[in-house]
């Protein structure tokens, strides 16, 4: 899944324009998914806000062959919001028992650092990546 990520983002990259920053802020989670689609291909299935029995939804988990992966989609509103993205991320992994979460994050600042790095919060492993 990580690699996948880093294609995304070199994919996003190439295409993206700023111009298109109101389109792609409310259509993010179409585009990283209509990229996975032909990486799936009828090999993997991916789920859409998967509903929690506590009533909250995760953004996208992919079933690939014997594997399942958890994926967080947030645009940037600061640090603070990132933080409870990782603790919104880290209770889904608690509940489908996985140990390694993937977060993706869109950043339609003017002057926007991208990043992709692994963090480890409380024995968990996440791949943060900031587009």
């Known amino acids: 899944m990580q690699l996948c990520l ?6 996003y990259h190439q295409y993206y324009s700023e111009k298109d920053d109101k389109f792609l802020e409310r ?7 209509f990229f996975m689609s032909p ?26 062959q014997d594997q399942q992966f958890v994926i967080e989609l947030k645009i ?5 919001k990132h933080q409870k993205a990782y603790d919104q991320l880290l209770g889904y992994m608690d509940k489908n028992r996985l140990n390694k ?3 993706l994050t869109f ?8 990043k992709q790095e692994w963090r ?8 943060d990546i900031m587009l």
Do not use: H, P
Request: hydrophobic share 40%; net charge negative.
């Open 39 to 64: 990486i799936l291909n009828g090999r993997g299935f991916a789920y859409i806000e998967s509903q929690f029995t506590d009533d909250r939804c995760m953004d996208v988990v992919v079933d690939y």
């Open 120 to 127: 480890e919060i409380d024995d968990k492993k996440i791949f």
């Open 6 to 11: 880093e294609k995304f983002a070199k994919y």
């Open 76 to 80: 940037w509103y600061g640090d603070a």
């Open 27 to 33: 259509e993010c989670r179409f585009i990283f998914l």
């Open 101 to 103: 979460g993937y977060l």
């Open 107 to 114: 950043n339609f600042l003017k002057n926007k650092k991208g």
